[in-house]
């Protein structure tokens, strides 16, 4: 995947994340009762999933030899 359609497809995961997040914050899911509220953490940390993972693709350089030391 060249750097251009990389950081596209990135920049569109940050806004479904934070869409995501921001629905489950502040939106319906908030009268989700009993059950549905794991429901509810599953959306928000997948929603955390699609913003970590558009990091990957918006800054898609290598990690340099000492950085998990």
Do not use: K
Request: net charge positive; glycine share 16%.
């Amino acid at each position: 995947m060249d750097t251009a359609s990389s950081r596209v497809s990135g920049a569109l995961l940050l806004l479904v994340g934070l869409a995501g997040v921001l629905w489950a914050a502040l939106g319906d899911p908030q009268g989700w009762h009993g059950g549905m509220r794991w429901v509810r953490s599953a959306v928000v940390l997948a929603s955390l999933g699609l913003i970590t993972g558009s990091a990957r693709l918006l800054f898609p350089g290598r990690r340099e030899a000492g950085a998990d030391e």
